[in-house]
């Protein structure tokens, strides 16, 4: 199976990386762009399928390894 | 109008923090992980609907300064 962690800061985070990549964006002539985050996606390739057990051991890798929970937000897609 | 910007290393480029991170997990008790690529996700905000000029405009900009075209390859998705 494959899962697919998107990783986000928190909304009540401040993304200074995501203010200067809408900076560069206006500089480049599309005023239009209010806002822009940065956040990181992680793609997994997985022996086997999908069970619960693997959910979970999914969930809790997402939790302790990929995302730090106090600023950032992550969403778990699995596929397959 | 939201647009969501994907850059991953392309498949033939090594990514050796993808190699780190799936080494990590398997460390953490998932064995069954035998790939991991980590790419960077842009959420942007726009003021007004999708047009085609506003596509066209946000395709550049993904090519120009979100991706280097050499080594990642990006997905455009946008929303409303």
Redesign the interface.
Known sequence: MKARV?V?PKKTVLDPQ?KT??K??RH???E?????????????????GETNE?RR??E??CR???SNPVIEDYRLEIEK
Do not use: P, Y
């Open positions: 998107t986000m995501g990549v809408a560069a964006i480049l002539g599309m239009r762009v209010t806002e822009a985050r940065v956040g990181k996606v992680i793609e997994l390739e997985i022996e086997g693997a051991k999914l809790e890798i302790d390894l990929l």
